[in-house]
């Protein structure tokens, strides 16, 4: 099984910048998708940024690209997402999921992950 455990949120002005982490631990960790998605309140969870097993590859929503950078640590388990630029907009609890197989056409889907984490929240004032 794979574990998540994320960390890094707090209150951020706008226009500042935060590093969130997911600390995972597991056998299939190395092989599988790790994605961020964030919940605000009053708002659908939505997909923020995924990257593969190989570290190789990686996706952003729209919202957030140019912004966020998504990467991995193999040797240390975990899985940061670097936030620049920070907009009010961007307030929300973040995510971190996995999965061990998902396709481009579906990795937005959260019901196709197998494991989540506790949830950070992350919290840009104006």
């Known amino acids: 099984q794979v574990q998540l455990v994320e960390s890094g949120g707090g209150l951020v002005q706008a226009g500042g910048s935060l590093r969130l982490s997911c600390a995972t631990s597991g056998r299939t960790f190395s092989s599988a998708a790790v994605s961020w998605f964030r919940q605000a309140p009053g708002k659908e969870r939505e997909f923020v940024a995924l990257?593969?097993?190989?570290?190789?590859?990686?996706y952003y929503a729209d919202s957030v690209k140019g912004r966020f950078t998504i990467s991995r640590d193999t040797a240390k388990n975990t899985v940061y997402l670097q936030m620049n630029s920070l907009k009010p907009e961007d307030t929300a609890v973040y995510y971190c999921?996995?999965?061990?197989?998902?396709?481009?056409?579906?990795?937005?889907?959260?019901?196709?992950?197998?494991?989540w984490g506790q949830g950070t929240q992350v919290t840009v004032s104006s």
């Open positions: 999921a996995a999965a061990p197989g998902l396709t481009i056409g579906t990795m937005g889907r959260g019901d196709l992950y197998d494991y």
């Open positions: 990257i593969t097993r190989s570290g190789g590859n990686t």
